[in-house]
T-cell receptor, first 114, second 113 residues
Framework: AQSVTQLGSHVSVSEGALVLLRCNYS??????LFWYVQYPNQGLQLLLK??????LVKGINGFEAEFKKSETSFHLTKPSAHMSDAAEYFC????????????FGSGTQLTVLP | EAQVTQNPRYLITVTGKKLTVTCSQN?????MSWYRQDPGLGLRQIYY???????DKGDVPEGYKVSRKEKRNFPLILESPSPNQTSLYFC????????????FGNGTRLTVT
């Protein structure tokens, strides 16, 4: 069985500061991992995905995530926050890689302060 | 433009009045799914469909029905809505290949009074 835990339902950072959104997963097999972003009044969009080709994954809008098997983590980072990064972020895991078995975390709302 | 289209965006209804939320995708995706999003719970899968005439229950199917008569359409039906079905609903699709990302619609906010 797979599960995802996102630590911190709300995170606030100042514009220009480091963004760190935490995601820990539980999986009995090597997982497929995703980060999605949801802007206000929109559906979710793929930010990045882990494909096992590299542990450091680069996504859109300057975001990246590092897969750490020993820590069962897939934290999302961005060196310098921008006001337009304010959104809700979801981590998701799938044991099989199939969309029908995707499990989402509870989400982290990111606020960027001027 | 490749997209998943849901209608309506907002819906207010009363308990017991049947309703349908439509979902259509123009990407020829085999897989389609419905989720509900509630604060603090993330997205939970209601039903999914692997292809035409193939549907299956997700994690929270009670009180919902779906059908997949055509590849592009996957409507969500609430035969007798109740207040605990007040939520934000998302339709999503993807090609049924390993590690393919989901493409989401813009959501339907349903309020049942």
């Amino acid at each position: 069985a797979q599960s995802v835990t996102q630590l911190g339902s709300h995170v606030s950072v100042s514009e220009g500061a480091l963004v760190l959104l935490r995601c820990n997963y539980s999986s009995s097999v090597p997982p497929y991992l995703f980060w999605y972003v949801q802007y206000p009044n929109q559906g979710l969009q793929l930010l990045l995905k882990y494909t096992s080709a590299a542990t450091l994954v680069k996504g859109i809008n300057g975001f990246e995530a590092e897969f750490k098997k020993s820590e069962t983590s897939f934290h999302l980072t961005k060196p310098s926050a921008h006001m337009s990064d304010a959104a809700e972020y979801f981590c998701a895991v799938s044991d099989s890689g199939s969309a029908r078995q995707l499990t989402f975390g509870s989400g982290t709302q990111l606020t960027v302060l001027p | 433009e490749a997209q998943v289209t849901q209608n309506p965006r907002y819906l207010i209804t009363v308990t017991g009045k049947k309703l349908t939320v439509t979902c259509s995708q123009n990407m020829n995706h085999e897989y389609m799914s419905w989720y509900r999003q509630d604060p603090g719970l993330g997205l939970r899968q209601i039903y999914y469909s692997m292809n035409v005439e193939v549907t299956d229950k997700g994690d929270v199917p009670e009180g919902y029905k779906v059908s997949r008569k055509e590849k592009r359409n996957f409507p969500l039906i609430l035969e007798s809505p109740s207040p605990n079905q007040t939520s934000l609903y998302f339709c999503a699709s993807s090609p049924e290949m390993s590690n393919s990302p989901l493409h989401f619609g813009n959501g339907t906010r349903l309020t049942v009074t």
